[in-house]
């Protein structure tokens, strides 16, 4: 097969140098403008779902589109839409962070903030300067050359999002008639999020943790909080939403990498295979799937239905507990499918940028601090890779340095009041420690386990980029990519900063894009049915974890709690605090309240100590309604719940119906609610 050869570097378009100043006409367009505005903000506020047309726009496109076409126009248009869409969500959710500060979170801070948004829009297409390139839009013309050019990015995150909306949109939320099914690991995590976003929505804001009332959410929350923000700006319920935006999102981080890679290695078939290895690949965990059957297992359908072939929590060797993008990046975890597009956004912009483009340095630096309360994990990541970048691409040496890193390191000072509270937290705690190998690694079973674990938790992907490490020296920026890879394959071997070990395969995930790139460049030339294969094998773990999560049929709620749910939305205060019992799930998270405590590990990996709840939980179900009234104001609860996963209680439970310190408001198919009755 020919080799695929170095495309050039697309020409960049001048820098706009037309004076500066504001004509007579554009100031009463300016007007014209304004009136437009407080039209559609009026629309919005009496027609809710027009909100989907006129306020969206603004929360995921239209800002970051003109600010990406202004300071970085000569990127593929694969990578401005995916820095478009980053940019207008990080920002829209940090001006309505900003407006709800001073006026709460509610529709008319929101909208304000999208007229915001777009005011700013138009002012910055008329702003002068010398950093920034000539306005400009899209053209059919524009539209059908990039359609052409760049057909693969464009199908690869066509089948990336489709992929997780349907898998979602399936299954993420289904009920049936024993309650609701949230497939694979959304068993354990959906409802975390939903609580999130659907307390900020009934007034917890600025946010107290929910399942912990009465602390700060001292967590990466944005990407809930974003979802809250275009629920409440079009009138519909939070959980499409969620489905919706997880699916763009991956579509997003398909189109970033693709850009990335090919801003590095400037082939096209590179940055397409790294693309699909990045969102589609993952390790071997399908060994154990053989394991099983050869152990006697009835049926691959009854295997794969109940449980996870890529990061399984089987309790026995092999141990699988790297996960893959599909797997828990894109599904579950909204924090890693909002917050890795932005690493990768930050670094495409200082790869392209550094020491040419000042305005594209700045942007890169401003997305990096923004990227702190939506992937905690990522934002330290994310300086990191482009510390690397720096010392390995010589650009330390450039006459540009010092104003660069000025640029870049500056916006970091706005992220301070969203990473000060949690490192402080999770340092109490003892979260912060330093460690000899990743405890899921199982290093006390000696070297070989070792490699055995890492080899086939990360797979032939990971195999090929340590062959191309060594063997394809000509691989572009190769020893940048190397230091990635190592550095971020480090980082758990070395320190946890989590309360929960297994939280740091994240870092694994942050390596993959390397990892993904240096195979893409291996295999480069292979023929296209070898490739094809190297893609298919890949992606047999992750697929089977992606049929789990869309034919497995575990109950989030039952019926009987769903419709709690729903009457608890109705008929309690906003701000209401419960008891509940310590499980992960509770109908209060989908009704938006608030709850004294949840699942012991969720609270202790915000840097919290649930022991003291724990105890004054069972005190209120199992102590009588005198001490249950003394402990729930410990903590201003003012009620209780019981649906059926209330602890044991030696000498019997608190019978709250009996006493008159409490009233029953609901009780219906096993599940009660108690109201303490006012002084």
């Not at 078939?269 to 390790?283: D, E, H, Q, S």
């Amino acid at each position: 097969m020919r080799a695929d050869p170095i495309e050039p570097e697309a020409e960049e378009p001048p820098l706009d140098e037309s004076p500066r100043g504001i004509h007579p006409i554009a100031q009463r367009a300016l007007v014209v403008l304004g009136g437009t505005v407080a039209v559609a903000f009026v629309l919005c506020w009496l027609v809710p779902p027009i909100g989907l047309v006129l306020a969206w726009p603004f929360l995921f496109l239209v800002p970051g589109w003109v600010v990406v076409n202004r300071v970085v126009p000569h990127l593929p248009a694969p990578g401005r839409l995916g820095l478009a869409v980053v940019t207008s969500v990080y920002l829209s959710a940090h001006l309505v962070n900003l407006v709800a500060r001073v006026g709460g979170f509610t529709r008319a801070s929101v909208l304000v903030s999208v007229a915001a948004l777009a005011v700013g829009s138009v002012l910055l297409v008329r702003t002068r300067h010398p950093w920034l390139a000539a306005p400009s839009g899209p053209s059919i013309d524009g539209i059908r050359v990039s359609l052409r050019a760049d057909r693969a990015a464009w199908l690869v995150a066509a089948a990336v999002g489709a992929t997780v909306l349907a898998i979602l949109g399936l299954n993420g939320w289904r009920q049936t008639p024993d309650g609701v099914v949230s497939g694979g690991w959304n068993w354990s995590d959906l409802l975390v999020h939903v609580s999130i976003g659907s307390s900020i929505e009934h007034g917890n804001f600025p946010p107290e943790v929910p399942y912990f009332s009465g602390v700060p959410l001292t967590y990466h929350w944005f990407a809930d909080f974003h979802g809250a923000i275009a629920a409440t700006a079009g009138g519909i319920d939070l959980i499409p939403v969620y489905f919706l935006s997880s699916a763009l999102f991956a579509a997003v981080l398909a189109l970033l990498v693709w850009a990335l890679a090919l801003a590095l290695t400037r082939r096209r078939r590179v940055a397409t295979i790294a693309a699909i290895l990045v969102c589609f690949g993952g390790g071997m965990g399908w060994l154990r799937l053989i394991g099983d059957l050869i152990a006697g297992a009835p049926s691959v359908v009854d295997l794969v239905t109940q449980g996870s072939y890529d990061n399984g929590w089987a309790g026995e060797w092999p141990f699988f507990r790297i996960a893959s993008m599909l797997s828990t990046g894109f599904l579950p975890h909204r924090a890693t499918t909002l917050g890795l597009p932005g690493l990768v956004a930050a670094v495409l912009l200082v790869v392209t940028c550094l020491g040419r483009r000042p305005a594209g340095v700045l942007l890169a630096g401003i997305l990096a601090a923004l990227l702190a309360p939506f992937q905690f994990f990522a934002f330290p990541a994310t300086y990191l890779i482009v510390l690397l970048y720096v010392v390995f691409s010589g650009a330390w040496r450039t006459r540009t340095v010092v104003r660069d890193a000025f640029l870049f390191l500056a916006p970091v000072v706005g992220a301070i009041p969203f990473i000060a509270g949690a490192v402080v937290q999770q340092g109490e705690l003892g979260a912060f420690r330093p460690v000899l190998g990743w405890s899921e690694a199982r290093f006390g079973d000696g070297p070989i386990a070792v490699v055995f674990f890492y080899l086939t938790n990360l797979g032939l992907p990971f195999a090929l980029a340590l062959i191309a490490m060594g063997l394809s020296r000509e691989v572009p920026r190769r020893w940048f990519l190397i230091a990635w890879t190592a550095a971020l394959f480090l980082v758990p071997n070395l320190v946890v900063v989590s309360a929960v070990e297994f939280d740091m395969n994240k870092y694994f995930q942050m390596m993959w894009i390397a990892v993904a790139i240096l195979a893409g460049w291996l295999v480069r030339r292979w023929p296209t049915p070898a490739i094809a294969a190297v893609l298919a094998f890949s992606a047999i773990s992750p697929g089977l974890s992606g049929l789990w999560h869309l034919w497995s049929t575990g109950v989030t709620l039952s019926a009987p709690q769903l419709a709690a749910a729903h009457w608890i939305e109705a008929n309690t205060p906003d701000r209401a605090i419960f008891v509940t019992d310590a499980w992960i799930n509770s109908p209060i998270d989908l009704a938006g309240r608030r709850r004294v405590s949840t699942f012991g590990p969720y609270a202790a990996n915000l840097g919290y100590d649930p022991t003291q709840r724990e105890l004054d939980i069972k005190g209120v179900y199992c102590d009588g309604a005198d001490d249950a009234a003394s402990l729930m104001a410990r903590y201003g609860a003012t009620h209780v719940l019981s649906s059926g996963g209330n602890p044991d209680c030696a000498d019997g439970q608190t019978d709250f119906a009996a006493s008159p310190l409490f009233e029953t408001i609901y009780d219906l198919d096993g599940v009660a609610v108690w109201h303490l009755r006012g002084p």
